[in-house]
């Protein structure tokens, strides 16, 4: 049986908003009418979808089962909110994403703790622990902290990455001068360091260099600040929920202590974004940036000018599933927070209308509409135009909109909606339209193909010539001139699915843009069309320059896949690509030919003497290639991927 049709039935993030601000709606977009219906097979072989070992390897973790004696506590005192599709109480499914000791913390000291008044103290443990199947944050090995004369924050250390792209066109291009590795240079790479994060099995973060370190999130809200040399632990900042974009940091003047110590913003998957002192790890604010209960943010948020934007997307798709659940009324958008206060500047919705009735469900619940259309991805900066250029994902409700699946520009001071280039029609879609759950009651009419816009654009720029260069998880690429927002070329490099496609993000170095192609075994559509790999495009014809298939190395590894799926990185000549298969490889970007590979899937004795082990590399987080070290996170124990917990640094010298 193919456990991987369920690859998206869990894919539901978690907990509830506590913010009242009125969004702030944003003028209609300009839609274009150059959109295609997309036609993909999909399987109508009915699995059992009640398997606890397929769910915990899905949403990647262990809870308890109905002998356990918390679920008589759960049918008893919660299931009336958190089964149903009550407004701002998190689905169960959500609930077992979080970490186990955060659920406890809630339950004796947070928003739940007035709802559990009449549960004992072994209660409530038993209760957490049948949700998140562990309540026990202590670590085996305590972290490695530094010593003083590491310790402190290095101000003639500056960022050079401006944010997710490193530079404000999303690029992903790291110039020779930061990165410091030729090509001739690569095989002498060893590893030098790693770090584990404790009981954990995925790290999807993306790290950032600044001060002399390295700061990234984790998947228990963890968020650490590593020397860059040694890897030693400066201090930590914990949310209640997973860090899973990557981290922003503000730079300054000068190579010398300043008045206002620098910042790093960040987003969770909760919604909100958190601002904190970068010398310290102290909390400075945090803003709620979405009040739906399904909302979360995926991107990295951007740094421009005192100003935040972060993009915002949900999983109420998921929450779809459930016959009972009232679908849809989640709009993605784009939220402005003045950087120095968080306060909201203004909310741009990709879809300008409230959702309302528009029908009955064959449950006979009301059909909301419009929803959908999330912004998954950090949009691009355009200094010159005054844009943020983005990419959206697919419609949860019929009817489908003009802004699905669509590239569009947002201005950056009122996010008005100056342009959209829809590429996909007709993508409603939700969990509901699978064929293996129980009631369609919430399938859209359109059952349409879920191809969102997940990788960030591209803003490509070479003297005069400009070209915007948007990829789909249906395996399109596709160039947009910025001047007409025409669509000036378009190719097909992978055959697509909901996993991708083309998924986390490409790279560009001068004309030449690289494409990773991920084409997951989903076991929904055909393995033989699959063509996982890494491709190069001219960024201004489409033209391809070269493609190099990877070749499938598993064997009989389990919840290994070929493709890449996570967001590559370039350098003068390479380009590095982390792959599902737990390979972290070095391709000529001339030519295609792979100069250098490791294998991650191993294991790797850390810094605080804990022994941790790579997986899948996938998710937000990319390679980063500076100062003559490689860095790199591995484990993506989610979604049917490999699980890990380490972050490895590889350095050249001899």
């Not at 001068?177 to 002498?188: H, I, P, R, Y």
């Not at 741009?348 to 528009?358: A, F, G, L, M």
């Not at 699978?434 to 009419?445: D, G, I, L, Q, Y």
Request: glycine fraction near 10%; aromatic fraction near 8%.
């Amino acid at each position: 049986m193919k456990i991987r049709y369920l690859a998206c039935l869990l894919t539901l993030i978690f907990l509830f908003s506590c913010s009242d601000k009125t969004p702030t709606d944003s003028k209609g977009p300009v839609a274009s009418d150059s959109a295609e219906k997309v036609e993909i097979p999909h399987s109508t072989t009915p699995i059992d979808s009640g398997e606890g070992e397929v769910y915990a390897n899905m949403r990647g973790t262990a809870a308890g089962g109905k002998e356990h004696p918390g679920n008589a506590l759960y049918e008893t005192h919660c299931a009336e909110c958190h089964s149903k599709a009550i407004p701002r109480a998190p689905h169960l499914s959500f609930l077992q994403m979080l970490p186990g000791d955060m659920i406890l913390h809630t339950l004796n000291e947070g928003a739940m703790q007035a709802m559990a008044t009449e549960l004992s103290g072994k209660e409530k443990q038993q209760l957490a622990e049948f949700i998140a199947g562990s309540t026990d944050s202590k670590k085996q090995y305590p972290l490695h902290m530094c010593e003083a004369d590491r310790s402190g924050f290095d101000y003639s250390s500056h960022p050079f990455a401006k944010g997710w792209g490193f530079d404000y066109q999303n690029t992903r291009f790291i110039p020779g001068e930061v990165a410091q590795l030729d090509k001739k240079d690569l095989s002498k790479l060893k590893l030098k360091w790693a770090f584990a994060y404790p009981n954990m099995i995925r790290a999807r973060s993306h790290p950032t260099l600044v001060g002399g370190g390295l700061i990234v999130g984790s998947q228990d809200g963890s968020v650490y600040f590593l020397d860059e040399d040694s890897g030693c632990v400066r201090w930590v900042y914990r949310s209640s929920a997973e860090v899973r974009s990557g981290i922003t940091v503000s730079n300054w003047q000068g190579d010398e202590k300043t008045a206002e110590a620098p910042v790093a913003y960040f987003a969770d998957l909760i919604a909100r974004v958190h601002a904190i002192n970068l010398e310290t790890g102290e909390l400075m604010w945090m803003t709620k940036v979405d009040g739906h209960p399904n909302a979360t943010t995926t991107a990295q948020p951007v740094l421009h000018k005192g100003v935040i934007y972060q993009s915002v997307s949900s999983l109420e798709e998921a929450a779809a599933a459930d016959p009972g659940y009232t679908c849809c009324s989640f709009r993605g958008s784009v939220v402005a927070l003045d950087a120095v206060t968080g306060e909201e500047k203004w909310k741009s919705y990709t879809i300008k209308e409230e959702p309302k009735q528009v029908g009955v469900s064959s449950a006979g619940l009301p059909i909301l509409a419009p929803s959908g259309a999330p912004v998954w991805n950090t949009p691009a900066v355009d200094e010159k135009r005054g844009l943020l250029y983005m990419g959206t994902g697919g419609n949860y409700s019929s009817p489908s909109q003009d802004t699905s699946d669509a590239l569009l520009a947002m201005d950056m001071k009122n996010g008005e909606i100056k342009w959209s280039r829809q590429t996909t029609k007709g993508d409603a879609w939700n969990v509901a339209c699978f064929p293996f759950v129980p009631s369609h009651a919430n399938c859209p009419e359109e059952d349409g193909p879920d191809v969102d816009f997940a990788a960030g654009m591209i803003h490509v720029i070479e003297g005069e010539q400009e070209m915007m260069v948007g990829a789909q998880k249906s395996g399109d690429v596709y160039g947009i001139d910025p001047l007409t927002t025409e669509i000036v070329w378009h190719q097909k490099p992978g055959r697509g699915g909901n996993q991708g496609g083309i998924n986390f993000g490409l790279a560009a170095n001068g004309s030449t843009v690289f494409v990773p192609v991920a084409d997951y075994d989903d076991g929904l559509l055909p393995i033989e069309d699959a063509r996982p790999g890494l491709n190069a495009f001219n960024a201004f014809t489409g033209e391809l320059i070269w493609s190099n298939p990877t070749e499938n190395v598993c064997a009989d590894r389990e919840h290994c896949d070929p493709g890449i799926s996570a967001p590559i990185t370039a350098i003068p000549g390479v380009v590095f690509a982390g792959h599902l298969d737990s390979w972290l490889r070095a391709y000529d970007s001339e030519s295609g030919e792979v100069l250098w590979e490791y294998d991650t899937f191993q294991d790797v004795t850390t810094v605080s003497g804990e022994v941790a082990h790579g997986g899948s590399i996938n998710g937000g987080t990319g390679p980063i290639v500076a100062n003559g070290k490689v860095y790199t996170n591995s484990g993506y124990g989610i979604y049917f991927h490999t699980p890990g917990n380490v972050l490895m640094v590889f350095d050249a010298e001899e």
